[in-house]
């Protein structure tokens, strides 16, 4: 699945989409943009659709991964900490980071819309209200997942 937002650069995956990122966090590992763009379309297209949610997944995407890594830049990908309670499956807490960036655009997430998000969409808005990341989406998403009008 991916995100209307995501529009502008997921048909050819110039960008990691916010699937393969939720995948990257949820494996532990750190991937860079341009490591991503070394990767061929059929490379790039299998990281979007192999399954990262259980135990024995988790470890498979992380070697496939791994491996696809070392083919092209000779080395593995960098460890990341897993978080053992990420925030965006926690729809009973919107994050900070959220609420001030919502309200930077005059909107306010109810907590009764963020419990009726999935985890995907809870990750996608928290990774673009992120002070490293390009916010341009942010406002984007909040319409795309019906926040707001």
Known sequence: ???????????????????????LDTCGIKLKLQ?????????????VELPCLTSP????????LNQILIQHTGKSGTDLAIDPNPP?????TIPESVTAKA???????????????GAIERFALIKLSRSSHENKNFL?????????A
């Open 140 to 148: 984007p998403a909040v319409r795309e997942f019906h926040l707001v």
């Open 35 to 47: 490591d991503w763009n070394h990767f061929t379309q059929a490379e790039r297209q299998t990281l």
């Open 103 to 117: 309200q930077e655009f005059d909107v306010t997430i109810t907590l009764a819309q963020w419990m009726a998000l």
């Open 88 to 92: 965006w499956l926690d729809a009973a």
């Open 57 to 64: 997944e988790i470890l498979h995407y992380r070697e496939q």
């Open 1 to 23: 699945m991916f995100f209307k937002f995501e529009a502008d650069f997921v048909e050819a995956l110039r960008c990691i989409p916010m699937q393969v990122r939720l995948k």
